[in-house]
């Protein structure tokens, strides 16, 4: 009966090492970390779209509905926050973002980097080119489950191969952008580039 006790990870093993950032520790749990207060939604086919505009051939919008009938993929990843916590295996449904480039007009050639907008005025950037890897999703569940509010529903960024805080919640649309810009955190004192395994927690 103890075994319902048990922690689903060994740190101690080799394998599970390997997968821990220098300078993170491993979390069962799933902690919250964000600015501002959780977004709340009365209807979301009236009070909520996603947008895209910058440098593509036109802008585009998306409602609730037509973004939720798009089709979506699984993706099994380890999430590293700078605040020092990772954990693996998080389970998440959405749709690949370079799936999503298949539904909203062509790119630019001049489109490098993408600005994502969020409720509050919230921004996150990620280069394109990280954003075209299969692990970067819309995300809208969580293991098996429609996202919680706290996390990011109904539609959050998820990009693995950069620490969390680029993966932005309550996500509202998507600039491309020829020069990059930086978001919230990274104005803040975050280091622009937040690779995990480099241990890119801050700028200089
Ligand atoms: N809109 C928005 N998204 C955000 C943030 C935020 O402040 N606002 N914080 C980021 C940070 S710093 C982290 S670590 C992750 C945390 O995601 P979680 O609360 O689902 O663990 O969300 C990221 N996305
Ligand atoms: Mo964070």
Redesign the pocket.
């Known amino acids: 009966m103890f075994n319902a006790f048990r922690k689903k990870y060994d740190r101690a093993t080799p394998d599970v090492q390997d997968r821990i950032p220098p300078g993170q520790y491993l979390t069962e749990k799933?902690?919250?970390?964000?600015?501002?207060s959780v977004p709340t939604y009365r209807n979301l086919e009236q009070t909520w779209d996603l947008r895209v505009w910058g440098e593509l051939e036109a802008p585009a919008r998306f409602s609730f509905g037509e973004f939720r009938a798009l089709p979506t993929i699984q993706v099994t990843t380890d999430i590293h926050?700078?605040?020092r916590w990772s954990k693996l295996d998080t389970h998440w449904e959405g749709v690949q973002f370079k799936e999503f480039l298949k539904h909203i007009p062509p790119l630019k050639p001049s489109a490098q980097f993408v600005l994502a907008h969020?409720?509050?005025g919230?921004t996150?950037n990620v280069p394109l080119e990280i954003l075209m890897e299969d692990d970067a999703l819309l995300a809208y569940k969580y293991d098996g489950q429609e996202l919680m509010p706290?996390?990011?529903f109904p539609l959050?960024l998820l990009t693995p191969k950069k620490?969390?805080?680029?993966?932005?919640?309550?996500?509202r649309g998507l600039e491309f952008l020829s020069e990059d810009q930086l978001g919230?955190?990274e104005r803040y004192g975050y280091n622009n580039n937040a690779d995990p395994w480099k241990e890119e927690r801050y700028s200089d």
């Open positions: 799933f902690p919250v970390l964000h600015y501002g926050c700078v605040t969020c409720e509050q919230f996150a706290d996390h990011g959050r620490y969390f805080w680029k993966s932005a919640k309550w996500l919230f955190w």
